[in-house]
């Protein structure tokens, strides 16, 4: 059990276009999803936090009207990559843990955005 | 906020030996994971281990949260063992702070 689902596993999208990343957790409720950033050959950055049916809180220096965070529903969290630039070309994880249970956190597969 | 810090920063092995992997943090943490990180980018959940000792096969755990670190223990390593090993950590949130990771290659 514990598995997390992402959706592109990769995306190209030109300058100045948004691009949407799906998080789902697939055999379990999810009271908590994160969405993390990284670059080549470095660790992960905790970007934002989102809670089902709450605003997102984000992490400092993350800009909230770039990164859009949506968590609908207890299974699926959202993020829009809006007017996207080549800077914002990198690696996305999101990950979740269960509703009931510890703090443990389960990782989708990650989405690779390129932007050109 | 907590600093985690992981050795060494980079591995090298030959098929069978074993390794320990280290995990320093700076402050109290009642929330630690170990992961491997595979080539493709996907991030497998090692342990869950905020104190104490586990075992999986190959691999073992033990974290002395009084004294601030964890160690991954590796035994008999495979080829598919390389990739990266990240230690992440957490104190009274759900968030986590990842390491900055071991880069481990296994050779036949």
């Known amino acids: 059990g514990a598995v997390v689902s992402q959706h592109p596993s990769w995306v190209i999208c030109k300058s100045g276009t948004s691009v949407k990343i799906e998080c789902r957790s697939l055999?379990?409720?999810?009271?908590?999803m994160f969405w993390y950033r990284q670059f080549p050959k470095k660790s992960l950055m905790l970007m934002a936090t989102?809670?089902?049916?709450?605003?997102?809180?984000?992490e400092q220096g993350v800009e909230k009207d770039k990164f859009l965070i949506n968590h609908a529903s207890l299974t699926l969290s959202t993020l829009t990559v809006t007017s996207a630039h080549p800077e914002d070309s990198s690696f996305y994880i999101c990950?979740?843990?269960?509703?009931?249970?510890?703090?443990?956190?389960?990782f989708g597969p990650g989405t690779r955005l390129t932007v050109t | 906020g907590i600093q985690v810090e992981q050795s060494p920063p980079d591995l090298i092995l030959q098929e069978g030996a074993n390794s320990t992997l280290r995990c320093n943090f700076s402050?109290?943490?009642?929330?630690l994971q170990w992961f491997h990180q595979n080539p493709w980018g996907q991030l497998i959940n090692l342990f869950y281990?905020?104190?104490g000792t586990k075992q999986n096969g190959r691999l073992s755990a033990t974290t002395v949260a009084t004294e601030r670190y964890s160690l991954l223990y590796i035994s008999s390593s495979q080829t598919t063992d390389s990739g990266v090993y990240f230690c992440?950590?957490?104190?009274?949130?759900?968030?986590?702070?990842f390491g900055t990771g071991t880069r481990l290659q296994v050779f036949p």
């Open positions: 992440a950590v957490g104190r009274n949130t759900d968030k986590l702070i």
């Open positions: 281990i905020p104190s």
């Open positions: 055999d379990f409720q999810a009271t908590t």
């Open positions: 989102s809670n089902e049916g709450s605003k997102a809180t984000y």
């Open positions: 990950s979740a843990t269960r509703t009931s249970g510890n703090y443990e956190q389960y």
């Open positions: 402050d109290s943490v009642n929330n």
